[in-house]
């Protein structure tokens, strides 16, 4: 789906991680893991082409790029905005409509589905800032589902949300990436990583690691273990 041939991700010229090679295979589910700052969120930003890499070729399969679903980081979320958890699952259906054109029957059935499978059909006309972090995360993922893009980028998708939450919330990230959808995930819990992901990239600040999640997650503790002991 998508390679990176000696990509160095980065701003304004400034290097972020070292030049990295690998391929997103259609239909794969990846961990991107790492100590804080080592460029989880930029690579993702880049793959969103938010951010131009600072050296390197990223191609893609199809000549272009896929369309592409992003859960951001809950802290850059605006959570003050008037509006309810129902206008923002609509958004979901965007690339599928104009902008102001009125949704169709087929994106108000797929709306309400996805609200009701997230659990909060009780909540579709309440205004976003009145959620709880767990039911806005579960509002963003109902979002995620009415998009039903090719590719899935998460970018710490349980920040913020109990145990329970994030196991349902996992389990609807299996359900996509088993219905066809790449999913590409930065987490910090090696646990739930080594539990449902099959393919993992370790970035450090000078290395990164790119494969089979029983070969990379070892070098994980091997590389904290070094951070600890030179702190
Ligand atoms: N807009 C920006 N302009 C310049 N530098 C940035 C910008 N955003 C991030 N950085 C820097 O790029 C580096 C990588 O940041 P990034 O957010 O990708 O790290 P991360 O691995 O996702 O970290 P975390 O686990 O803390 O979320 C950091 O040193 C950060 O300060």
Known sequence: MISLNQVVLGYQGRAVTPALTGHIVQGSMTAIIGANGTGKSTLLKTLLKLQAPVSGQLQFTDGCAPRIAW??????????????????????????????????????????DAIERVGLSA?????????SGGQ???????????????????????????SQTS?????LIC???QAGQ??????????RVSRHFPQVLLLTQD?????D?????????????NLALSA
Request: aromatic share 12%; net charge neutral; glycine share 2%.
């Open 167 to 171: 196991d349902f919330l996992m389990s």
């Open 71 to 112: 859960l951001p980081q809950l802290a850059e979320m605006e959570r003050q905005f008037p509006v309810t958890v129902y206008d923002v699952v609509c958004m979901g259906a965007w690339p599928a409509r104009s902008l102001f054109s009125a949704l169709k029957r087929q994106h108000r059935l797929r709306i309400a």
């Open 207 to 211: 290395h990164f690691h790119w494969g």
């Open 182 to 191: 790449t999913v590409l995930a930065v987490l910090h819990d090696n646990q």
């Open 175 to 177: 359900q996509m990436n």
């Open 213 to 225: 999640a029983a070969e990379v997650l070892p070098r994980y503790s091997q590389v904290s273990n």
């Open 123 to 131: 909540y579709r006309y309440q205004p976003i800032e009145m959620l």
């Open 136 to 162: 806005f995360q579960r509002m963003l993922f109902a979002r995620l589902l009415v998009q039903n893009a090719p590719l899935v980028l998460l970018d710490e998708p349980f920040t913020g949300v109990d």
